[in-house]
């Protein structure tokens, strides 16, 4: 069964700093990685969508890679805005066992950018 | 870009009556929905698969006749939360699975509340 874990739970950082946000998955057999932002009280907002076939993707001033054979996931975001505070998710597309056709989440980190 | 609207945004109901959520997709076909619940403080439960034309496919543990799903066309799909309790107050949140990248676009969530 697919676990993902995300690390660091928390993450309270001054504005202008860029930062590193961490996911992990334990089957490599996923089709897609997908990083999200959750406001409070509202749906997920798709920030990036990583192929199993691609290795990164960049919009703006969010970078996210993966290393399928590690089972890793980075999202960085370079000189973080008070703006980017929010909960991050990421979620993995299993591509195989009793998860085949799902999103498996991770518990999400949960950004503090300080004015 | 592929939008997936929700309805209603908040609702408030008294026990014992029923309450129906609508999800549907406005840019794109989706032949697969996906509803999710997801409690305070936590990560997204998926509850259930919903595909066009036939019947859903619930997760363990979820109650097919408390949570009715009707996927009757390639944009909309519906969640009905049957004889509603307080127990069933949470924020349920739909998804729509884009056909051309297998990307998830997430509608804005429902909160629900039963008193």
């Known amino acids: 069964k697919q676990e993902v874990t995300q690390i660091p739970a928390a993450l309270s950082v001054p504005e202008g700093e860029n930062l590193v946000l961490n996911c992990s998955f334990t089957?490599?057999?996923?089709?897609?990685l997908q990083w999200f932002r959750q406001d409070p009280g509202k749906g997920l907002t798709s920030l990036l969508l990583i192929q199993s076939s691609q290795r990164e993707q960049t919009s703006g001033r969010l970078n996210a890679s993966l290393d399928k054979s590690s089972g890793r996931s980075t999202l960085y975001i370079a000189a973080s805005q008070p703006g980017d505070s929010a909960t991050y998710l990421c979620a993995g597309l299993n591509a195989g066992g009793t998860s085949y056709g799902k999103l498996t989440f991770g518990q999400g980190t949960i950004l503090t950018v300080h004015p | 870009g592929a939008v997936v609207s929700q309805h209603p945004s908040w609702v408030i109901c008294k026990s014992g009556t029923s309450v129906k959520i609508e999800c549907r997709s406005l840019d794109f076909q989706a032949t697969t929905m996906f509803w999710y619940r997801q409690f305070p403080k936590q990560s997204l439960m998926l509850m259930a698969t919903s595909n066009e034309g036939s019947k859903a496919t619930y997760e363990q543990g979820v109650e097919k006749d408390k949570f009715l799903i009707n996927h009757a066309s390639l944009t909309l799909s519906t969640l009905t939360v049957t004889s509603a309790h307080p127990e069933d107050s949470s924020f349920y949140i739909c998804?729509?699975?884009?056909?051309?990248?297998?990307?998830?676009?997430f509608g804005s969530g429902t909160r629900l509340t039963v008193v």
């Open positions: 089957d490599s057999a996923i089709y897609n």
């Open positions: 998804s729509a699975r884009r056909v051309v990248d297998y990307g998830y676009t």
